[in-house]
């Protein structure tokens, strides 16, 4: 009796965890087993039936002048965007975590962007960034004597427009996780380095930063995934261009989904996953490096 | 010593004063915006409108047909965080209690690199799944997709949560004759509410702000949700450029509002949720 009983509570323990992993298997891992499938495919909306077609698909990626592109665009997006990020977050979340009069308005100010969606985000900072009459930003460059920037009308300002347009809108996220952080860094360390004798800016490199280490992987890991997802931003500021400059590899993957070659979406997709696992790769090996030197 | 102290903190007041009037100047120019002509806008871009009228709401309303989107995107954000919330807790609560067993391990290795992986590589084979399944235009497509995405980092949080309750509050249950499912529902699950509300906040901001999915999945209007439609109405030309403001502040409302009515609550979730991550 005892252990069919035992039996059964393992039974249901196992149950439990059924419906999450179904859920998981077929919208998660399933269709990534189908694209990388497909990816061998030549899959298109037109043509009537669907045939193997090998490395086509991979082949042409390769002559595709896009593709290099996209991928540097991306990378950079994601790089520069998490790095600048912090450099905002990371003093504004230690001046924001003393006991500063009106701390709780400014954290709440700096987090309000993030709550709106990123699309209407950039729609509203293409018009700002306008290089018409009616462009906020540009009416303050004339203002001060200087001459007028078509920041979206070209590829390189373009690319900087929309990162800083990001960091704009997600500094007060990574300011948030940090600020949970430093309030787990005892008090203790900060007394006993002062009567150590330790300056403000000792303190800040020798207790603040190494105590923020986890805060830091987190932003620096998450920042970067999210940023190698950057779509809607691009989409509604300068849909990739002027002439495939700005572009990403979800931009470049939607548009050929939208021309209808569907294989050929899929080996963008592969690339992505591609592009994924080595940041991630190069990022662990990073940490570890860093956590040898902490200790 | 006293009055450098008295300038630091006016410089870091300053500073602060300067970051804030950044980040505040464009949400306030989309607001003000909304109730101004094309030639106000221009010319005073920082006043204050001149006429607080809400016919280019009222327009913008219907353009977008809003009640239908907003409540398309409503269904999709509640059912996806409601599923999300029962299926990760049920699946962390279990995965922890079993921790030492090599099912338990193996699933939550496979969850994690849900984490690591972002869902939108594979999404062809996402299109192509849901196209055989029927489900293309469904709002439920959409729902199962939020879900199965979101769900590993929420596993994630629940499973680290759940080992800080103590199992003896589980026993008193189990003496009591209760199974291992009731025993959750009934003891631990109510325990579970910070973690509840901190993925109840990531993912209504996540999936309510998702543009991506409607996108591939949702291709007839009457299926779309709020962004889909300040899509198709901004990609559309028009003169009187001015008029898509209140469009693009009728997409960003609704979350603005739940912001500022639970900012503490707001800004609470993403701390927590990073903390444990």
């Known amino acids: ?295 | 010593m006293k009055r450098k102290k008295i300038v630091c903190s006016i410089l870091l007041y300053f500073l602060l004063g300067i970051l804030a009037i950044l980040v505040l100047v464009p949400v306030y120019y989309l607001i003000v915006t909304t109730f101004k002509s094309g030639t106000e806008a221009a010319l005073y871009p920082m006043a204050l409108p001149t006429s607080f009228s809400l016919q280019s709401y009222k327009e913008a309303f219907v353009k977008m047909q809003y009640p239908r989107a907003f409540l398309n995107t409503l269904v999709i954000t509640g059912v996806s965080v409601g599923g999300i919330i029962i299926t990760a807790s049920m699946c962390g609560y279990a995965l922890n209690r079993r921790e030492k067993t090599k099912w338990s391990k193996g699933v939550f290795l496979l969850i994690l690199s849900g984490i690591m992986f972002p869902y939108q590589m594979s999404i062809l084979g996402l299109y192509r799944l849901i196209r055989d399944l029927h489900l293309m235009n469904r709002l439920t497509a959409v729902i199962l997709v939020d879900i199965a995405v979101n769900l590993p980092f929420a596993v994630f949080l629940f499973k680290s949560f759940v080992s800080t309750i103590p199992v003896e509050l589980e026993e008193a249950a189990r003496i009591d004759g209760a199974g291992v499912y009731k025993t959750f529902w009934m003891i631990t699950f109510p325990l579970l509410k910070p973690t509840i509300a901190t993925v109840a906040i990531l993912n209504t901001l996540t999936i309510w702000n998702d543009f991506m999915g409607p996108l591939y999945f949702l291709q007839s209007r009457e299926k779309d949700v709020i962004l889909q439609e300040v899509y198709r109405n901004i990609g559309q030309f028009s003169t009187d450029w001015t008029s898509l403001f209140p469009m693009m502040v009728l997409g960003v409302l609704p979350l603005l509002i739940f912001y500022l009515a639970m900012q503490k609550m707001v800004i609470g979730g993403v701390m927590s949720g990073s903390v444990k991550g």
């Open chain 1, 1 to 295: 009796m005892r252990k069919k009983n035992k039996t059964d509570r393992s039974a249901t323990y196992f149950i439990m965890t059924v419906p999450a992993l179904v859920i998981f298997i077929i919208f998660f891992i399933l269709p990534l087993i189908f694209t990388a499938r497909y990816s061998f495919y030549n899959w298109t909306n037109y043509a009537k039936e669907i045939t193997f077609s090998g490395l086509d698909n991979y082949k042409k990626l390769l002559s595709d002048r896009t593709l290099s592109k996209g991928i540097m665009n991306t990378l950079q997006y994601a790089i520069i965007n998490v790095l600048l990020q912090s450099l905002i977050a990371l003093p504004v979340s230690v001046a924001l975590n003393s006991k500063l009069k009106g701390r709780n308005i400014f954290r709440a100010i700096y987090f309000t962007p993030a709550v709106l969606s990123t699309l209407v985000v950039g729609y509203l900072w293409k018009y700002l960034l306008s290089a018409s009459d009616y462009g906020f930003v540009n009416q303050i460059i004339a203002g001060l004597g200087l001459e007028k920037v078509n920041f979206l009308g070209n590829g390189k300002t373009g690319l900087w427009s929309i990162i800083l347009i990001e960091v704009w809108q997600w500094f007060g996220w990574a300011m948030v996780i940090y600020l949970g952080n430093l309030q787990s860094i005892s008090d203790d360390l900060y007394e006993a380095a002062a009567m150590d004798g330790a300056n403000a800016w000792d303190r800040f490199w020798h207790i603040t930063i190494p105590g923020l280490a986890p805060a830091i992987k987190i932003n620096l890991v998450t920042g970067m995934i999210s940023g190698l997802k950057v779509f809607d931003i691009v989409l509604a500021t300068t849909n990739g261009g002027p002439a495939h400059q700005t572009e990403t590899i979800l931009t470049l993957m939607f548009s050929k989904f939208s021309d209808g070659n569907y294989g050929y979406a899929s080996a963008f997709g592969m690339v992505f996953l591609a592009v994924s696992m080595l940041l991630a790769v190069v990022l662990l090996g990073i940490f570890r490096q860093w956590e040898r030197r902490l200790d």
